[in-house]
């Protein structure tokens, strides 16, 4: 079975400073890892993904994930936020080879002026 | 590419009335579609996966009877709330597949908040 777990369900930070977002799975089998965003009232855009090779992942809006195997994590981060990053933020896993996205509880990223 | 509608994006009923929600793929083909269901400030949480031309398969603790899916052609799938009531009240958001190397990526509709009195 698989499980993904977002420690933090808020974070707050300031525009222009620094933010990483945590994200630990559990699996037995090897899996996909994502990293989606949602805008309030909307559906979910894709940041970015790991399927496999390099372990340092960058996506849009200027955000990178760091997949840890031994560690198990897959945090996202970003060098400068902007007001407009303020969303949730839900990480996901898919076991390789299969349809089946488990998600995160989310975290709740707020850009303060 | 690889786009993907909900309609309506908005509803509110009454209870005890029926909704359809309708999902579709615009710029591709998806034999494999998805609904989820989203409370206020939690997760979301896969209630079906719907087949095209074939049942849908219901997670665990899903009523069948209480949310009917159709996937009747390769870019269109239908959630339909039957009967509905206060707490079927959600954020319901469906997602299609995309057969490709290496894997099959999910892309999701903007969702559709179900409000009913």
């Known amino acids: 079975a698989q499980s993904v777990t977002q420690l933090d369900s808020q974070v707050p930070v300031f525009e222009e400073a620094p933010v990483e977002l945590r994200c630990n799975y559990s699996?037995?089998?090897?899996?996909?890892l994502f990293w989606y965003v949602q805008y309030p009232n909307q559906g979910l855009q894709l940041l970015l993904k790991?399927?496999?090779?390099?372990?340092l992942v960058k996506g849009i809006n200027g955000f990178e994930a760091e997949f840890n195997k031994s560690q198990t994590s897959f945090h996202l981060r970003k060098p400068s936020v902007h007001i407009s990053d303020t969303a949730e933020y839900f990480c996901?896993?898919?076991?390789?080879?299969?349809?089946?996205?488990?998600f995160g509880t989310g975290t709740r990223l707020t850009v303060i002026p | 590419g690889a786009v993907v509608s909900q309609h309506p994006s908005r509803v509110i009923c009454k209870s005890g009335t029926s909704v359809k929600i309708e999902c579709r793929s615009l710029?591709?083909?998806?034999?494999?579609m998805f609904w989820y269901r989203q409370f206020p400030k939690q997760s979301l949480m896969l209630m079906a996966t719907?087949?095209?031309?074939?049942?849908?398969?219901?997670e665990q603790g899903v009523e069948k009877d209480k949310f009917l899916i159709n996937h009747a052609s390769l870019t269109l799938s239908t959630l339909t709330v039957t009967s509905a009531h206060p707490e079927d009240s959600s954020f319901y958001i469906c997602?299609?597949?995309?057969?490709?190397?290496?894997?099959?990526?999910?892309?999701f509709g903007p969702g559709t908040r179900l409000t009913v009195l």
């Open positions: 997602s299609a597949r995309l057969r490709g190397p290496p894997y099959n990526e999910q892309f």
């Open positions: 699996s037995s089998v090897s899996v996909y």
């Open positions: 790991y399927l496999s090779g390099s372990t």
């Open positions: 996901a896993v898919s076991p390789s080879g299969a349809n089946n996205l488990f």
């Open positions: 710029d591709f083909q998806a034999t494999t």
């Open positions: 719907s087949n095209e031309g074939s049942k849908a398969t219901y």
